[in-house]
């Protein structure tokens, strides 16, 4: 993981089984778009045309992913290439790729009592207030995933990138919450 030091947008991804959330950052502070893109065919192939126009519309500085290659990573195989995908269209067009790993997530959301999708997810309301209307209600363990919540797992890997340090540091993230 990197800070965002030299002022320009970053945009997060976070892929899901029906498309991918994202969320595109001027500032920790300023959130300037956000939303879900839905395929229902062809998802590898589609979903990168959807993030091809985003990042053409967008232009971010920095793609925050998830790190699938770190060891605890329990994503399927075809979401491990689609995020690889995501990678190599960014560096295609000049963008630079940041990675975070769901313990980098963890860690950070950690100190706010965050455990869970859910609880991270109502911790990213408190820090973009902006999203607060598309916060899903609570998962019950017999229904599906909100299709929103992919909005909210991106914001918590950019908010994440935002501490600037790596696996650990949970300053910029507990700081935003009141915790520090």
């Not at 965002?4 to 976070?14: L, Q, R, S, T």
Request: charge should be positive.
């Amino acid at each position: 993981m990197t800070a965002n030091n030299d002022g320009g947008v970053i945009m997060a991804i976070a892929p899901t089984s029906r498309g991918f959330g994202y969320i595109v950052f001027e500032s920790p502070d300023f959130p300037m778009d956000w939303g879900v893109k839905d395929v229902r065919k062809n998802k590898a192939r589609d979903c990168l045309l959807k993030a091809r126009v985003l990042m053409h519309m967008l232009q971010p500085s920095v793609l925050i992913l998830e790190d699938v290659r770190h060891r605890n990573s329990r994503r399927s195989k075809r979401v491990r290439q689609l995020i690889e995908a995501f990678a190599r269209l960014a560096k295609e067009r000049g963008i630079a790729v940041a990675w975070c790993s769901r313990q980098d997530v963890l860690t950070a959301f950690g100190r706010t009592g965050a455990r869970t999708k859910d609880d991270i997810a109502y911790a990213v309301t408190q820090l973009v207030p902006e999203l607060a209307q598309r916060l899903p209600p609570r998962r019950r363990i017999w229904d599906s995933e909100h299709y929103s919540m992919a909005i909210f797992e991106a914001a918590a890997l950019a908010l994440t990138h935002f501490t600037g340090k790596h696996e650990g540091d949970d300053r910029f993230v507990c700081r935003r919450a009141g915790l520090r």
